[in-house]
Nanobody, 125 residues
Framework: QVQLVESGGGLVQAGGSLRLSCTAS????????MGWFRQALGKEREFVGA????????LYGDSVKGRFTISRDNSKNTVYLQMNSLKPEDTAVYYC??????????????????WGQGTQVTVSS
């Protein structure tokens, strides 16, 4: 069982920055591809980005490319989402997720088998 705990959400003005963290409860964290997703009120869950387990290759959704950066520290069992130049349309609940399979990274939420509880990010205009 993998427990994921997100932190770092909050209220920020447009153009500002936030950094989200997600810490896993297992020693095998370095074996997992990790993803970030978000879900705005009344909308479907959206892929934000992902980072591979060991070579730290990253993927990003088109709406955040160039503004958000994913990183990870396997020694701390933690993945980060640095969000810059935030826009009101970035307002959502942000979730981190773990893919415990041996497959390559995926943008599909169905690939990820463990999820955090989510953290709210609100960007005011």
């Amino acid at each position: 069982q993998v427990q994921l705990v997100e932190s770092g959400g909050g209220l920020v003005q447009a153009g500002g920055s936030l950094r989200l963290s997600c810490t896993a409860s297992v020693r095998t964290f370095s074996a997992y591809n990790m993803g970030w997703f978000r879900q705005a009120l009344g909308k479907e869950r959206e892929f934000v980005g992902a980072i591979s387990r060991s070579d730290f290759i990253t993927l990003y959704g088109d709406s955040v490319k160039g503004r958000f950066t994913i990183s990870r520290d396997n020694s701390k069992n933690t993945v980060y989402l640095q969000m810059n130049s935030l826009k009101p349309e970035d307002t959502a609940v942000y979730y981190c997720a773990a893919d415990t399979t041996i497959a390559t990274m995926s943008v599909r939420s169905a690939r990820y088998d463990y999820w955090g509880q989510g953290t709210q990010v609100t960007v005011s205009s």
